[in-house]
């Protein structure tokens, strides 16, 4: 089994940094990421991607070229096409690779295992043709594969940055299905100060949305009531808007309202998650160098809780330092002295946040959603399933789990555990956080009996089953 | 086929020939699966064993696990697997997988 | 008294006893516990199951019989009751060999244990061919299986939302998220719970699995049960591959497969490993090479909840006349002997069960 100081997992902007980081201050490290290329979601195999289409993506997208070149150093191997499938205690990481399961040891670990897109669950959100935003993105950035007639449906600044750059590749939305209202901007607009200090970001949404306007898309805001038509897949997208009922025909849905921690190989581990109410999710409780409440789990970027690219490269480096600094390459002084530059960004990049959550809050119908709504894509598990259980004394997920399996799947409950999460707190009066989550176990990521048992190392002993197990 | 489809391919990648559910298609080489499929005018992927409803891809990263396909008697996930010369994909244990 | 009976445990144990008082116009409370309560009721294998059972101890292996007895007719009137099916097949299961050793030595076993049982223990012997004509998909290293045919599996999951629809149907009170902290009898029974719930009651009923442990020696019982973990694997859904269950894997009514179990001594620790996992899938293949290509989807670990020669424990305090201990490891295979048979016993009727053997008079030597 090979073993390295420091393993991280995931190879985005969080990931990239805190192994450059670390390898800079002589640390072994090992980067196990699922894709065949470094950049995680957000820089979506950049190295290919940047001469075909670095102008259609932006100069943000091109950013992750620079991560990508500290990467490729000596001593850091970059392990692409890695599932990781189970972590056990300090540390032996499992995952398979080109279809066998390999075993590799760590010191340390890094999660840096992103953001999922939060589920929006609405009536005919599993037909074929509903996806999300960021998949969109992702056909867009990997594949240059774009949609010729989608609506985007939803809030929040990704789905301006999309919208921007299906113009610039001459296939613009249909429609913009917008959720957020103009109450919500003008709450928001008490974060202005924190908004102002991060105004880049704001400048940019504008300058996106600007385009947006000036192309002609036509922008439907205040929506409510949405739902996607089709029977084999999407056909239409119906809504209110104002006092008027639209249809908008079309064959490709994104559906997009905020991202959300993918805590799945943090839970795993046992670390303590709090809810975080202005974002409307669970986030592992850290200390402010990404130290998780077991020994030696660090985690960084969009899974500590959502802050974006820079944000995570930044924390990444933070994690870094502390974890050179406990293995003794590094003194506090010199740790403290090197971390203040990216502490600086890391506060610089987290200042809009506030303002950006208040201003394109989740829509609220997907949160709670009707009874007939699917929540569990796996298992076909619906919102008044759930209110079901919750009737006959389920408190928490893993009861819910065991009556009516959402959560089975294998997604895990990816997509229908932060709903379940909420459905059951609404149904018993209990917090989030008094309801909790599911229980996540090996496999992260579902793995082939061939590729279990080829990692076995005792013959089956057929004589210790003799007790029955029902 | 390729006619149908509600997508606009930016690159010009070689292409070769895979076989999905009894239908050949030229896909582009080293592309990814589930992109490559709905490019080619595959709007659904499978049916769901729980209902049968139909399912196509959702999150393009691995996660939601709506793209399942089947090769070589294994599902897999199509956002996740590249594209070679004679790939051969079938709906997710359609006619019972594992004989 | 506020209820009748008082139920210590809200899983299979609890609630099959809370259904059966429930059907005998009894009042009942069940103070059930929280998300994160180690629940061999969702943790188990669901088999509802005979062979194997009570080798030393014939009454055990009757008394698992009498319950896959009259288990279809008690799941079909809760599936009524409550219009939610509980999926349940007794067509027979198999212990599976991959030695001849193994087998011969099962064989003469069983053949003491059907001496000791008046005959009744109807089970085959297949050969490797006669078990790939049931089991085609049986792997070259299987010698041969022994096919019992009182055996069968369930939903144990549906059985278990039922059983919670069906209670509180009946006019059963379930409290949840309770942990209870003591256990007094001034008069009646006074449970107080760690949220300073308190419940009275005439009767009650020690059902809370693991926790019995603890709770056990305060109302004067010995209670000597430890956890065994138990890690058990599922695949994706599969089109129909097993066609009966075995110790080994079970192919379940939505379609995966379940394949277990480990036999571990490592305390109330419920984690999985690697090399649980390995093991269970290498001898899953070896059993349905087949597998090989299955995707493992979920896995678990769960405590088995066993007294110190695997029996089930039923016990009236002699400290706290009234108070009643219910354990036992195969909560669901005995789940109808507990709604039909063992209130009769809890009520002292002619027509109680004998159940002398499973009192803790056994662990009085110790």
């Not at chain 3, 009942?28 to 180690?38: E, I, M, N």
């Not at chain 3, 695949?235 to 277990?260: F, Y």
């Not at chain 3, 896995?299 to 007294?307: C, D, E, I, K």
Request: aromatic share 6%.
């Amino acid at each position: 089994m090979t073993r390295s100081d420091l393993v991280v997992v995931g190879a985005g902007p969080a990931g990239m940094a805190a192994a450059a980081q670390a390898a800079e201050l002589g640390l072994s490290v090992t980067v196990l990421d699922e894709q065949a290329c470094a950049g995680g979601q957000i820089y979506r195999d950049v190295d290919r991607v940047v001469p075909l289409r670095g102008d259609i993506l932006g100069a943000d997208y091109v950013h992750g070229t620079t991560l990508t070149a500290a990467l490729r150093r000596a001593a850091i191997s970059h392990v692409t096409g890695a599932v990781v499938w189970a972590i056990e205690d300090a540390f032996r990481i499992s995952y398979t690779r080109e279809g066998r399961g390999v075993q590799i040891e760590a010191d340390r670990i890094l999660l840096a295992t992103g953001a999922l897109e939060r589920s929006m669950p609405l009536p005919g959100w599993t037909l074929p043709g509903v996806m999300t935003a960021g998949a969109g993105q992702i056909l867009l950035k990997q594949s240059g594969v774009l949609a010729r007639n989608a609506v985007l449906v939803g809030s929040g600044p990704l789905l301006y940055l999309i919208a921007a750059q299906m113009l610039r590749a001459g296939t613009p939305p249909k429609a913009m299905i917008e959720t957020q209202s103009r109450g919500d901007l003008i709450g928001a607009t008490r974060h202005i100060g924190g908004a102002l200090r991060g105004a880049s970001y704001l400048v940019k949404g504008l300058r996106m949305l600007a385009s947006i306007i000036r192309a002609g898309v036509p922008r439907h805001t205040g929506v409510t009531d949405i739902a996607v038509e089709g029977t084999d897949k999407a056909e239409a997208v119906t809504f209110q808007s104002g006092r008027r009922s639209h249809r908008i025909t079309c064959d490709t849905v994104f559906l997009h309202h905020g991202v959300v921690p993918n805590t799945q190989a943090a839970r795993s581990l046992g670390v303590t998650h709090s809810w975080n109410t202005a974002q409307q999710c669970f986030v592992p409780q850290l200390d402010d160098w990404g130290q998780s409440d077991r020994a030696g789990v660090f985690i960084a970027g969009d899974g500590a809780g959502i802050g974006g690219a820079k944000a995570a490269e930044h924390a990444g480096t933070l994690a870094a330092l502390q974890i050179a600094c406990e293995a003794g390459r590094l003194s506090r002084e010199e740790r403290d002295r090197r971390a203040a530059a990216p502490r600086a960004g890391l506060a610089h990049e987290l200042a809009a946040r506030p303002f950006l959550d208040a201003a394109y809050p989740p829509y609220a119908p997907a949160l709670l959603p009707d009874d007939s709504t699917p929540i569990c894509r796996c298992e076909e598990v619906t919102a008044g399933d759930i209110r079901s259980y919750a009737k006959l004394g389920c408190i928490g997920p893993n009861q819910t789990k065991a009556f009516g399996r959402a959560g089975m799947g294998p997604c895990q409950g990816r997509y229908c555990g932060l709903s379940v999460t909420a459905l059951l707190a609404d149904a018993t009066g209990r917090t989030p956080d008094e309801t909790g989550y599911y229980r996540i176990r090996p496999p992260l990521k579902p793995v082939t009996l061939g590729e279990l048992a080829g990692m076995n190392i005792t013959a089956p002993d057929t004589a210790e089953k003799e007790k029955a197990h029902d | 086929m390729k006619t149908a489809s509600p997508f606009l391919e930016l690159d010009n990648e070689p292409r070769v020939n895979v076989v999905f559910d009894g239908n050949a298609l030229s896909l582009p080489e080293g592309a990814n699966l589930a992109a490559a499929l709905m490019a080619a005018g595959v709007n659904v992927f499978r049916h769901t064993p729980v209902s049968g409803a139909p399912r196509g891809p959702f999150c393009m990263m691995g996660a939601c696990f709506d793209c399942l396909v089947e090769i070589d008697g294994t599902t897999k996930q199509a956002c996740m697997t590249v594209v070679t010369d004679g790939l051969e994909i079938t709906r997710a244990h359609r006619d019972g997988a594992l004989t | 008294m506020e209820t009748d009976y008082a139920i210590i445990g809200g899983g299979i144990v609890g609630l099959s006893v809370a259904w059966g008082l429930l059907r005998r116009g009894r009042t009942v409370t069940v103070l059930d516990g929280d998300d994160g309560s180690f629940r061999a009721s969702r943790g188990n294998f669901g088999l509802v199951w005979v062979q194997s059972k009570g080798m030393n101890q014939p009454r055990y292996a009757s008394w698992s019989q009498q319950s896959a007895a009259i288990w279809a007719d008690f799941a079909n009137e809760v599936a009524g009751n409550t219009g939610q099916p509980i999926p349940l097949e007794q067509n027979g299961g198999y212990d599976l060999h991959f030695s001849e050793e193994t087998l011969e030595a099962t064989v003469a076993k069983y053949e003491k244990l059907k001496a000791q049982l008046g005959g009744n223990y109807p089970y085959e012997v297949l050969g490797h061919n006669a078990l790939r004509k049931e089991e085609p998909h049986i792997g070259p290293k299987v010698v041969g299986a022994i096919l019992h045919h009182q055996d069968g599996h369930a939903n144990p999951l549906k059985l278990l939302k039922a059983l919670a629809a069906d209670v509180r149907r009946m006019g059963g009170h379930v409290l949840v998220g309770k942990t209870v902290t003591d256990v007094s009898k001034p008069d009646g029974f006074h449970i107080t719970c760690a949220d300073g719930t308190i419940v009275t009651s005439g009767k009650v009923v020690l059902s809370a699995g693991l926790g019995a442990a603890q709770l056990g020696p305060k109302m004067g019982f010995k209670a000597p049960v430890r956890p065994q973990r138990g890690q058990v694997l599922i695949t994706e859904k599969l089109p129909k591959m097993i066609n009966r269950p075995s110790l080994i894997a079970r192919q379940v009514d939505e379609g995966g497969i379940q394949i277990g179990a480990t036999n571990e001594e490592v305390g109330l620790d419920d984690k999985v490993t690697q090399t649980g996992l390995s093991g269970l899938a290498a001898e899953a293949i070896a059993a349905y090479p087949a597998l090989a290509r299955a995707q493992l989807v979920r896995s678990w670990g769960a405590l088995r909840v066993l007294s110190p020669d695997g029996l089930p424990i039923y016990q009236q305090s002699t400290e706290m006349p009234g108070a009643f201990l219910v354990t036992c490891h195969s909560g669901i295979t005995l789940a109808a002997a507990h709604a039909r048979l063992l209130p009769e016993w809890l009520e002292g009727t002619d027509a109680a069960p004998d159940l002398e053997v499973f009192s803790e008079d056994r662990f009085s030597v110790s």
